[in-house]
């Protein structure tokens, strides 16, 4: 029987590297079909390659903070110092068309099967993280459909919901997801992970055989930070990257 993967990336945060490597390691893992839930600029230093390398896939795609963060008249108030720099830097970069095309996305999609968002269904105006079991049982009342994926804190997790109880999941190794529960994937980050691993990380999602696997993707982190430095953003920016926090 042949095999329908999905492939779930989120938070690319202008790091065309890292999405490079990304989109290479799906196509050797067979993934089919693709759905990008958000930001993918701020951060990095290359916000407009990164918007025009995911609209030529023609996947769906989501609104992230970030993304809304260009395009706002204001910029949220709760973004630090380092994020809005990048989102003057990423302004300058963007063209007004690409802008005009940002404003398009939309905050949350029903599929087939599953649900994709760029924080938690729980939000109503903010952008709300799913940090732990508190966050994703607000998340699950609002969940209809079996499985949800979504992204922003760039931490991969999973939790599940079974009956009345919500516990988070290891996410290694790949598991199978059960027929009588709900289950939240937060997918992490493709260009800024926070999981003390600097690989890029994305999700992929086989909709036969209901199997979930995160996937760790190396990228060349050195070629990213000097671009950072050289577009005159905060060194902070690069220097977390190898960290992966």
Known sequence: MDSCRIGLFSDI???????????????EMGVQDKFCLGDIVGYGPDPAKCLELVRDLGCPILLGNHDEGCVALEP??????????????????????????????????????????????????DWSYVL????????FHFQTQSVCFCGHTHKPAAWRQLKETVQGLPI????????????LINVGSVGQPRSLNSDACYVVYDKLTRKIEFRFVRYAVKKTQNKIIRAGLPPFLAQRLALGR
């Open 13 to 27: 945060h202008g790091n065309l590297e890292a999405l490079k490597a990304v989109l290479a390691d799906m196509e």
């Open 76 to 125: 949220d108030s709760s973004f630090n110092t380092y994020a809005l720099a990048a989102l003057e830097h990423a302004r300058r970069q963007l063209s007004d068309e690409q802008k005009d095309f940002l404003k398009t996305l939309p905050r949350k999609i029903e599929t087939d099967g599953f649900t994709v968002v760029h924080g938690s269904l729980s939000d109503k105006k």
């Open 132 to 139: 732990d079991v508190g966050d994703a049982k607000n998340h």
């Open 172 to 183: 290694v190794p790949p598991f199978t997801l059960e027929a009588d529960a709900k289950y």
